[in-house]
């Protein structure tokens, strides 16, 4: 009985063997999925940098051109514009060259320092901040929306005020006026609408060929008024320039004549409404100096940062 019993093998060994080689395996396999899901939520480096090439080298520039180009247009047109009447006793065409070649100089210089950007960033990012800022500070004094005009800084609001009060300046703008007949279509062709509609009328022929608003008075025509009965000249009268209100004389009211060579060309209001008329395309100019700097100096700035990245990827 003995020699016939057959001894079985026992293979628990080997399949506890494979039992930890795969409980050994999972945590590598799990390890391993989760370095994979790791690295695919990473965004690729290659991809960062060729977009930081892409605006460096295609995007920014082509941009900040096209942004210069507003700056030669507007020199051309500051050139061919034809000059307001009268302004040319102010020396503002000359003025008026001027800024059309600082905007030609400006023109220059941006397109310079794009394509001088790689061999020399740094420098072109100063020289450009430092011309923008100096062109944003006369964009704000054209505007008038800081207080630092002086009486050397032309075509600014202090400026033209200091002009316009002057005696001698005033009599010459005066004379101009008259000569280039601001009221004859007012005296020759006075409409039969009364009262006029003053509101769409140029600055000139509202203050210089009519009384003050204030003055209480009834017109025949456009250019020959009296004043009512019972009535007279208000203690104070009110002017508009610009944004400003402006308390002006009494004596407003008492210089109006219903002389053609006379009517109202020594009124306060004369002088305010030929400095409203002439000094729009100044602050016209003002408002776009300021949006253009502050658009190239956003450029240039972003293009000098793209420049720096590309270099330190490279």
Same mark, same amino acid.
């Given at each position: 009985?003995?020699?016939?019993?057959?001894?079985?093998?026992?293979?628990?060994?080997?399949?506890?063997?494979?039992? =930890?080689?795969?409980?050994?395996?999972?945590?590598?396999?799990?390890?391993?999925?989760? +370095?994979?899901?790791?690295?695919?939520?990473?965004?690729?480096?290659?991809?960062?940098?060729?977009?930081?090439?892409?605006?460096?080298?295609?995007?920014?520039?082509?941009? =900040?051109?096209?942004?210069?180009?507003?700056?030669?247009?507007?020199?051309?047109?500051?050139?061919?514009?034809?000059?307001?009447?009268?302004?040319?006793?102010?020396?503002?065409?000359?003025?008026?060259?001027?800024?059309?070649?600082?905007?030609?100089?400006?023109?220059?210089? %941006?397109?310079?320092?794009?394509?001088?950007?790689?061999?020399?960033?740094?420098?072109?990012?100063?020289? +450009?901040?430092?011309?923008?800022?100096?062109?944003?500070? @006369?964009? #704000? *004094?054209?505007?008038?929306?800081?207080?630092?005009?002086?009486?050397?800084?032309?075509?600014?609001? +202090? /400026?033209?005020?200091? &002009?316009? $009060?002057?005696?001698?300046?005033?009599?010459?703008?005066? %004379?101009?006026?008259?000569?280039?007949? *601001?009221?004859?279509?007012?005296?020759?062709?006075?409409?039969?609408?009364?009262?006029?509609?003053?509101?769409?009328?140029?600055?000139?022929?509202?203050?210089?060929? +009519?009384?003050?608003?204030?003055?209480?008075?009834?017109? @025949?025509?456009?250019?020959? /008024?009296?004043?009512?009965?019972?009535?007279?000249?208000?203690?104070? $009268?009110?002017?508009?320039?610009?944004?400003? $209100?402006?308390?002006?004389?009494?004596?407003?009211?008492? #210089?109006?004549?219903?002389?053609?060579?006379?009517?109202?060309?020594?009124?306060?209001?004369?002088?305010?409404?030929?400095?409203?008329?002439?000094?729009? &395309?100044? /602050?016209?100019?003002?408002?776009?100096?300021?949006?253009?700097?502050?658009?190239?100096?956003? %450029?240039?700035?972003?293009?000098?940062?793209? =420049?720096? /990245?590309?270099?330190? &990827?490279?």
């Amino acid at each position: 009985m003995a020699d016939n019993a057959q001894v079985v093998p026992v293979e628990e060994p080997a399949a506890t063997a494979t039992a =930890t080689a795969t409980t050994t395996t999972e945590p590598e396999a799990n390890s391993s999925d989760k +370095m994979e899901s790791q690295s695919d939520n990473k965004p690729p480096v290659g991809t960062l940098v060729a977009l930081v090439n892409i605006l460096a080298a295609g995007v920014l520039p082509i941009f =900040t051109f096209v942004l210069s180009l507003t700056l030669l247009g507007y020199a051309v047109w500051l050139l061919y514009m034809r000059s307001y009447d009268c302004e040319d006793i102010l020396g503002l065409p000359r003025v008026q060259t001027l800024a059309s070649v600082g905007l030609l100089a400006v023109f220059v210089v %941006s397109n310079a320092a794009l394509f001088l950007r790689r061999k020399f960033p740094m420098p072109a990012l100063v020289v +450009m901040v430092v011309i923008l800022l100096l062109m944003l500070f @006369i964009g #704000l *004094a054209y505007a008038g929306v800081n207080e630092m005009q002086s009486r050397r800084f032309p075509a600014t609001r +202090m /400026w033209f005020k200091l &002009k316009i $009060m002057d005696d001698v300046n005033w009599n010459n703008i005066k %004379s101009c006026i008259y000569d280039k007949g *601001a009221c004859n279509d007012l005296i020759y062709e006075s409409p039969n609408e009364k009262p006029y509609n003053r509101r769409n009328m140029p600055p000139i022929k509202n203050g210089c060929c +009519m009384p003050p608003e204030t003055c209480n008075m009834d017109a @025949i025509n456009a250019t020959f /008024w009296y004043r009512r009965k019972d009535e007279g000249p208000p203690s104070s $009268m009110t002017l508009m320039y610009g944004d400003e $209100m402006m308390v002006g004389r009494i004596s407003d009211c008492q #210089l109006w004549r219903n002389d053609w060579s006379i009517l109202c060309y020594d009124c306060r209001s004369c002088k305010f409404g030929f400095v409203r008329s002439v000094r729009r &395309k100044w /602050w016209q100019l003002g408002i776009f100096l300021i949006v253009i700097s502050i658009l190239l100096l956003i %450029s240039h700035l972003l293009i000098f940062l793209a =420049t720096f /990245w590309e270099r330190f &990827k490279g």
